[in-house]
């Protein structure tokens, strides 16, 4: 993985995102700030990006507008959504008013791992999103290794079980364990197969 610097522009970004890197996100409304008190976490979003073939970038996550096309089923949806990467970046730091970092993902991956980001994506796609209490009580029950049923979900498991299936994370923790939170570089991730996860770089709108 080439050295970039701690900031970029969004144009570099996206051209610099590859499938597996994770985009992060802080911002600074009320339920921003109770995600992160909960959590205990710098962050309170994070998406992963899909870069396949000669479709333009993705962004792969969960939330509650639904203000952006969501590629895999042509709709306007709430919940887990696979949006243009570019829109869903330019709605989050300007609507949502939330800074955003790139997390690049130095790790080969492969046509396996790329087949199962879409099986993935064919399982969760529109799985909606928690309320505020939902979500609480799935990541606490995640805290103490215990699974969450699978009719909700919410931005950090979506990512987290995308990285289950690609092999870059274990099975013996449950989806809903993980926060925005742990994909950021304070947290020990511990991926598999030698994948490392880069420096974050803040993005320019």
Same mark, same amino acid.
């Given at each position: ?6 900031? $970029? ?13 994770? *985009? ?5 409304? &009320?339920?921003?700030? &109770? $995600?992160?008190? !909960? ?22 996550? =969960? ?6 096309? #969501?590629? *895999? ?10 949006? %243009? ?20 993902? %130095? ?8 087949? &199962?980001?879409?099986?993935? $994506? ?10 505020? @209490?939902?979500? @609480?009580?799935? *990541?606490? /029950?995640?805290?103490?290794?215990? &699974? ?5 979900? +919410?931005?950090?498991?979506?990512? =987290? =079980?995308? +990285?289950?299936?690609?092999? !870059? ?7 809903? +364990? +993980? ?7 304070? #947290?020990? !991730? ?5 994948? =490392?996860?880069?420096?974050? $770089?803040?993005? /320019?709108?």
């Amino acid at each position: 993985m080439s050295t970039h610097p701690t900031q $970029i522009g969004l144009d570099e970004a996206v051209e610099l995102t590859r499938t597996g890197d994770l *985009w992060l996100f802080r911002g600074h409304s &009320a339920a921003d700030h &109770a $995600i992160r008190a !909960l959590t205990n976490a710098p962050v309170n979003h994070v998406g992963m990006a899909v870069v396949l073939d000669d479709l333009p970038p993705l962004m792969w996550h =969960a939330e509650l507008g639904k203000g952006l096309r #969501d590629v *895999w089923t042509d709709s306007h949806q709430r919940g887990v959504q696979l949006h %243009d990467l570019r829109e869903a970046v330019v709605q989050w730091t300007g609507r949502y008013e939330q800074d955003a970092w790139l997390r690049q993902l %130095d790790a080969e991956v492969t046509p396996v791992m790329e087949d &199962a980001v879409l099986r993935t $994506i064919s399982r969760l796609d529109g799985t909606p999103f928690p309320s505020t @209490a939902s979500l @609480a009580g799935r *990541w606490l /029950r995640g805290r103490v290794r215990r &699974a969450a049923p699978a009719e909700l979900t +919410y931005c950090a498991e979506v990512v =987290a =079980a995308t +990285y289950t299936a690609m092999g !870059l994370l274990d099975e013996k923790r449950p989806t809903n +364990y +993980y926060d925005p939170g742990r994909f950021w570089s304070g #947290d020990d !991730l511990d991926l598999l197969g030698g994948a =490392a996860l880069g420096q974050e $770089i803040s993005v /320019r709108p």
